[in-house]
């Protein structure tokens, strides 16, 4: 692709606001390791990655980047890199071992938290705390299918929530409860493919698991943001929020009626589903009440109240995203087991053309034009400061490169400064407000389902070593940074 192949950003990088924040991203399963260390008690990962390794590539967490003993060495990193923020997450199980709102608290596990936050401090780094992502104690999974009981789960999760404002939140400001609830919701309890592997092949009902594990997480989501605001803002001063994933979609025929609306229902069954009920206060959008009927459950009256209290309170609309895809209508009616809004992904459209270049994963295409997009569509429809909590992409072929090609990683640079681009064109150009970026990651690190294979860092790991080095990627976020944030 020619046009790719001349694009070299530090020549064409536009600006950024002069408070616009960067940072990093990383969560607890992902690169902590010390699976059992300190009293950690087991989470659905540490179950799911050895009880069928097969579906994580044959690898597992066990060790992962070891970030649990080599903290103080990347938050190090991290301040040479001139980062702002760090968003991590919290390990559920490694505070609460058993999970449950009477287990016994793990005071090694706070304490490790309380010096990376002490540390990040030190160096000048704000924590940006995730409670969820994607890591819930196995035993609540064995006591009652965790996310499958609304009441019991908001318990459990509330009271891990309330340990955290305690014991965090005097130096934590900003917070995101869960991580993706799409993925938490498809990929654990419809595909399968991520934990806890529920899927219709291994007999789970996947025409409502997922409706009813997205209600929980929504619910839950406005509980925990109620206890925060009645009972920590007020001394912390902090915002609370949630992240949200989401592709951005073009219709697969831009002339055909039926594809726009495809495209538009996909966003809506992918983003609208969480997003509506939690920034709007309203109930699910219109056209999933449609299609899954009696499948999505309802919410109460006093869940409405709930929802409509709690909309405003969350301060900003956390942002993962990492590239378009085409969405296609289906033919009606919809199988009733779709999860999809009766839309089919494509990575090219009715002429057979394709996004934009391929990076080291099929599904993550460079798509800058559909980021700057989303964002607008994110932005008309919640009006809500947005925070990209998450983008980045491994560069093709990238686990196979020695030491020295895996370092020199222009493709990434050349994504992210044009997604960089993106952001400031849609600041800018479009009046949409973002507030600040985190590269996804800060590391290479365990790629869930794909293990150790894609390699999204902006820092190289020796996984027989553990050797962190940095890629040219990390110096050109800070020059980027530096540079786009001082032309206005
Ligand atoms: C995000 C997750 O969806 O994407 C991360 O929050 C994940 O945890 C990242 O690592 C990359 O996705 P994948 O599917 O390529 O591992």
Redesign the pocket.
Same mark, same amino acid.
């Given at each position: 692709n020619e046009e790719w192949a001349i694009k070299i950003p530090a020549v064409e990088e536009l600006p950024l606001p002069s408070d616009f924040f960067w940072g990093t991203?990383t !969560?607890a399963y992902?690169i902590e390791g010390a699976a059992s260390q300190d009293g950690k008690g087991k989470s659905i990962w540490d179950v799911f990655s050895h009880l069928e390794p097969s579906r994580t590539n044959g690898d597992s967490g066990d060790m992962a980047c070891d970030h649990y003993n080599r903290m103080t060495e990347d938050v190090k990193l991290m301040a040479s890199y001139g980062v702002d923020v760090y968003r991590f997450s919290i390990s559920w199980s490694r505070i609460i071992p058993l999970g449950g709102h009477d287990d016994p608290i793990n005071e090694d596990g706070i304490t490790f938290y309380n010096r990376l936050i002490d540390y990040l401090l030190e160096h000048k780094i704000e924590p940006f705390v995730t409670l969820y992502?994607?890591d819930v104690p196995q035993e609540l999974y064995n006591r009652y299918g965790a996310f499958l009981d609304t009441d019991k789960f908001k318990s459990d999760f509330e009271r891990y929530a309330r340990l955290c404002f305690s014991r965090f939140g005097d130096r934590v400001k900003k917070w995101v409860t869960y =991580? #993706?609830p799409y993925?938490i919701s498809i990929f654990g309890h419809h595909s399968g493919v991520l934990a806890p592997g529920h899927s219709a092949a291994n007999g789970h009902d996947t025409k409502t698991e997922p409706w009813r594990v997205g209600h929980t997480l929504i619910l839950s989501h406005a509980a925990v943001v109620k206890i925060y605001a009645t009972e920590f803002q007020p001394s912390q001063n902090g915002i609370i929020s949630i992240?949200l =994933?989401g592709h951005f979609y073009e219709p697969w025929n831009a002339d055909s009626v039926v594809h726009k609306a495809a495209a538009q229902r996909r966003l809506e069954f992918y983003i609208g589903w969480f997003a509506d009920p939690i920034f709007l206060g309203e109930d699910y959008p219109a056209e999933m009440r449609t299609q899954l009927g009696s499948r999505l459950p309802e919410f109460t009256v006093g869940e409405r109240s709930l929802l409509q209290e709690t909309a405003p309170i969350n301060a900003f609309y956390g942002m =993962?995203h990492?590239s378009t895809k085409f969405a296609r209508a289906l033919s009606d009616p919809p199988a009733e087991d779709d999860c999809t809004g009766n839309v089919e992904e494509a990575a090219t459209n009715s002429e057979g053309k394709m996004l934009g270049p391929v990076s080291g994963?099929s599904?993550?295409r460079v798509t800058p034009h559909g980021f700057r997009k989303l964002m607008n569509w994110v932005w008309n429809r919640y009006h809500l400061p947005i925070i990209i909590t #998450?983008n980045?992409c &491994?560069c093709p072929g990238e686990s196979q490169m020695t030491l020295e090609q895996a370092v020199n990683d222009d493709f990434r640079v050349r994504y992210f400064g044009l997604y960089l681009d993106a952001i400031s064109q849609a600041i800018h150009e479009d009046g949409v407000i973002v507030r600040g970026f985190c590269a996804?990651?800060l590391m290479d =690190?365990f #790629?869930?389902? !794909?293990g150790y294979d &894609?390699r999204?860092g902006i820092t190289h790991i020796d996984y027989d070593t553990l050797v962190r080095t940095p890629k040219k990627s990390a110096l050109y976020l800070q020059q980027s940074f530096d540079e786009r944030r001082k032309r206005r």
């Open positions: 991203a !969560a992902q992502h994607w =991580n #993706e993925i992240v =994933n =993962n990492y994963m599904w993550l #998450e980045g &491994p996804w990651s =690190n #790629e869930w389902s !794909a &894609p999204y």
